[in-house]
């Protein structure tokens, strides 16, 4: 069967591997769409530290069960619409034995650690799939990275009586702000694109602020009588925007950083201290997947939104390299698998 390999940087190309095998417990897939993300992009230009090449990507998915083991419960149907989780956990680990498993000491993301799914057909464990019945295969391949959001905005501990900056309108950023919109946060989205800007506010976002024609922090003291947010949520990965995001916040306030730097940040660290920070990482997802396909199957949002572009299969690499040379362009690249568009 065909699988999308990236060989080197830059290199994407059609390969032949054999057919997935299947243990007891697991259900093969039929692809249907995976989504590009960041870490797609980076892996694509070389920039990822976790990778190891050649790779296959892919661990944003949607598709359908056409087979499972014999120790699969009944509960798992062939013939339904899933998505799945794209971590490993080992269990002993002091992540694991303390709850967060999205956080394992010896994770291996599909695509990063391992290949990931941008093949025809791909087998996992019956444990990592999740089904809906309403949602379309398009939705199911955005919930992984709204997942993600998702989890960022539990990390912050937002609750109604807080104001949320969201530094970065991407998929995962829009997924923080339908987090924290639905838990009765004030919401302020921060990017340099007013078309996402725009967007942000279709998802819960009340306050915009383009940081390439505004001064952020002076917008930030207007909004919220020059206190600071209570919660800053850093989704973009620059030395600046970590930086801007301990500028921003209260007193006593939290920061959460999803994004990945892709260089050292340097800080004057005395706000660290002086505000007492809650200083956070926030990786992968804990188990929200049923939560955030709940959140979709309500249509309060416009997530289909989300999708800039469809490409077939065969023109995945047309798809990274325009990414690449117009990153602005895009909020969500999805690759459709076996005819589906």
Not at 84 to 98: M, W
Not at 278 to 294: H, T, Y
């Amino acid at each position: 069967m065909k699988a999308i390999s990236l060989s080197e940087p830059r290199h994407i190309k059609v390969i032949d591997i054999p057919e997935p095998q299947m243990g007891p417990e697991d259900v093969l897939v039929d692809i249907r769409f995976i989504g590009l993300c960041g870490t797609d992009l980076n892996s694509y230009r070389g920039r990822l530290a976790l990778l190891t090449y050649p790779r296959i990507p892919g661990h944003e998915v949607s598709g359908v069960i056409v087979a499972k083991g014999q120790a699969v419960p009944d509960g798992v149907k062939v013939g339904s619409q899933v998505t799945l989780s794209p971590y490993s956990t080992c269990g002993i680990c002091p992540a694991c034995r303390s709850g967060r498993p999205n956080c394992c000491q010896f994770n291996e993301t599909l695509g990063v650690q391992r290949d990931g799914a941008m093949m025809d057909k791909f087998a996992i464990h019956y444990s990592e799939i999740f089904a809906s019945e309403i949602l379309t295969l398009q939705e199911l391949a955005l919930v992984e990275p709204l997942s993600v959001g998702y989890h960022a905005a539990n990390r912050g501990r937002v609750s109604e009586i807080d104001t949320v900056m969201v530094i970065g309108c991407g998929t995962v950023g829009i997924g923080v702000m339908v987090a924290a919109a639905r838990k009765g946060a004030t919401v302020i989205a921060v990017d340099v694109d007013d078309s996402k800007l725009v967007k942000a506010r279709a998802f819960g976002a009340q306050h915009t602020i383009n940081s390439q024609k505004q001064d952020v922090l002076q917008e930030v003291a207007r909004l919220t009588n020059h206190e600071g947010v209570s919660v800053a949520i850093e989704a973009v990965g620059l030395p600046g925007t970590f930086r801007l995001a301990i500028e921003a916040v209260s007193y006593a306030g939290r920061v959460v950083y999803v994004g990945y730097a892709k260089e050292p940040v340097t800080y004057v660290t005395t706000d660290f201290v002086r505000k007492e920070l809650d200083i956070l990482g926030s990786r992968n997802a804990l188990r929200v997947f049923p939560a955030v396909i709940k959140m979709l199957e309500k249509r309060e949002r416009p997530f289909g939104d989300l999708v800039t572009k469809v490409f077939p299969f065969a023109s995945t690499a047309q798809a990274l390299q325009s990414w690449d040379d117009n990153p602005a362009r895009f909020t969500k690249i999805l690759v459709a698998f076996n005819g589906h568009n």
